[in-house]
């Protein structure tokens, strides 16, 4: 309940700032977009409540429990392991990402949260219900293994649910601010170079929460001039192509990059 209180607050407040400070200019329909994204989310993301959500609770009211995990092996302060274990579960979902991208199997679901052809806070929560499965069945087993308590996986996805909707809106910043921001997280300039219609460029920031990750393996792309960059995938122009089922299908259409 917290998560979605938080998940509804972010999207308004972020959607709020993007009408009055815009980035860009929308070159597409903002409601139809917002229509087909918004009615993904809560589609998918229901069912990836009802399949996940006790499987979650289950497994870690048995790590509490019985101290399962590698966090609850070694005599640390609980805040300490609560620190942890929200950057192991940040680490991991950037190798996700990273994967998401690499891996074609993988990529035929992530393209359809790239396939936006603007981007603003909607575009956070465009992601096909296969790419939320396979994420959760990951997390899942992170979460068992490294022993992750509940407040420390509630205050993650708190956390990273506000930290890709404030990268994905399409909010002018100011660049002082930015500077200083990307040295540890992420700002939408940044983000805005991953979702290029260029695969050099799109392939890179794959950071949800914290930008050292890409900084501490080679991915991180900075400095690009953000008037030129076009949004979305070469291969998937055609707006009217881009609707609620044709997402739905896109993993099962031809291959692209």
Avoid at 70 to 85: A, E, Q, R, T
Avoid at 129 to 158: D, N, P
Avoid at 211 to 234: E, M, P
Wanted: cysteine-free.
């Amino acid at each position: 309940m917290l998560k979605t209180i938080f998940y509804w607050a972010g999207l308004s407040l972020f959607l709020v700032i993007e009408l009055r400070f815009s980035y860009r200019k929308n070159s597409v329909s903002k409601p139809k977009r917002w229509m087909a994204n918004i009615s993904f989310s809560i589609i998918n993301g229901s069912i990836y409540y009802l399949i996940f959500f006790s499987v979650l609770a289950g497994i870690m009211t048995q790590i509490k429990s019985q101290q399962l995990g590698l966090l609850n092996s070694i005599s640390i302060p609980d805040w300490l392991k609560m620190v942890l274990g929200i950057l192991i579960l940040d680490f991991f979902l950037y190798i996700w990402h990273l994967l998401n991208h690499v891996v074609p199997l993988f990529w035929r679901f992530h393209r359809v949260h790239h396939s936006d052809m603007n981007m603003d806070v909607s575009t956070a929560s465009r992601f096909h219900i296969g790419e939320l499965l396979m994420s959760g069945l990951v997390r899942m087993m992170v979460i068992y293994s490294l022993g992750i308590s509940f407040i420390t996986y509630m205050l993650f996805e708190i956390l990273v649910n506000l930290s890709i909707q404030f990268h994905h809106s399409s909010i002018r910043i100011n660049p002082f601010f930015e500077k200083f921001w990307v040295l540890f997280f992420i700002p939408p300039s940044m983000h805005r170079v991953h979702h290029s219609v260029k695969i050099k460029e799109r392939d890179s920031n794959y950071g949800a929460l914290f930008s050292f990750w890409d900084r501490l393996f080679g991915t991180l792309t900075w400095g690009i001039d953000q008037s030129i960059i076009l949004i979305g995938i070469g291969s998937h122009r055609k707006f009217e192509n881009l609707g609620f089922w044709h997402m739905w299908f896109m993993p099962f259409t031809r291959k692209s990059r």
